[in-house]
């Protein structure tokens, strides 16, 4: 059985992934997306 306080962290986190399709998509030109693509792969 989980305890509250290991399934708070895992809500949290879905709750936060729900929320971004409803953000803007594009960062613009001055967020170094090719660089945080080269970290994240």
């Known amino acids: ?3 509250e306080k290991q ?3 895992v809500t949290e986190l879905c709750q936060a992934l ?3 399709p409803r953000r803007k ?3 613009g ?3 170094p997306l ?3 693509r080269q970290v994240i792969q």
């Open 25 to 27: 998509q594009d960062p």
């Open 18 to 20: 729900n929320e971004l």
């Open 34 to 36: 090719d660089k945080l």
């Open 29 to 31: 030109p001055a967020f």
């Open 7 to 9: 399934i708070e962290p």
């Open 1 to 3: 059985m989980y305890t």
